[in-house]
């Protein structure tokens, strides 16, 4: 091999030096630099989390006046009986109220409180009347006392199908509602 001029010898130092400068960079400053770069992302994302939280707590006295009326009026929503056979008894008769107000009749009931919830009865009800009666019915359901939640209807216009003319649909609802104990008296 022979020699290398002196232009060459300048040329593989320059490259020496560059290849030593990529390696400190790569293996010292690189990572220095990304680690700079992460911890301010980590402090952007920790201050906006911060600041989120300064406004929740800020709101919490709101928060709290919500859930005590929420509480003082969650009463309203449940039906006031002290066990599930009570309160599906009392569901039915809600049931029973409404088709005697709306004109139609209740061809039976059926608890299926098994499925429900804790703190929760489910009934069905199978009734024959009109549409605009069932429409009656479902806003009444809606907007009148207990909050009763609608799990399945199911109807039927058979008898109008065989004999062409309108006749009354039948019906099947099934209905749940919390139940709560009634309030104790205080002496």
């Known amino acids: 091999m022979k020699p290398l001029a002196p232009r060459e ?4 130092a320059l490259g020496i030096l560059v290849a030593v400068i990529a390696v400190i960079w790569l293996a010292l400053v690189g990572p220095i630099i990304d680690g700079f770069s992460d911890r301010a992302a980590e402090r952007a994302r920790l201050t906006a989390s ?21 509480q003082a009026v969650a009463n309203r929503f449940s039906l006031p009986a002290s066990s599930e056979g009570l309160a599906a008894d009392a569901l039915k008769a809600k049931v029973q109220q409404l088709a005697a107000g709306e004109g139609y009749t209740v061809a039976g009931f059926q608890d299926i ?12 009800a199978d009734a024959q009347m009109t549409l605009t009666q069932l429409c009656d019915s479902l806003r009444r359901l809606e907007a009148e006392g207990v909050y009763v939640l609608v ?24 209905l749940s509602a919390d139940y709560r104990p009634p309030a104790g008296r205080t002496s």
């Not at 010898?9 to 593989?12: K, N």
């Not at 911060?50 to 929420?70: G, T, Y």
């Not at 399945?152 to 039948?170: E, M, N, Q, T």
């Open 9 to 12: 010898r300048r040329l593989v």
């Open 50 to 70: 911060f600041r989120r939280n300064e406004r929740l707590i800020a709101d919490a006295p709101i928060w709290r006046a919500a859930a005590r009326s929420q």
């Open 113 to 124: 409180t098994a499925d429900a919830a804790p703190g929760r009865v489910r009934i069905r």
């Open 151 to 174: 799990n399945v209807l199911s109807i039927s216009a058979d008898r109008a199908l065989k004999s062409g003319r309108a006749a009354p649909l039948d019906v099947r609802l099934e």
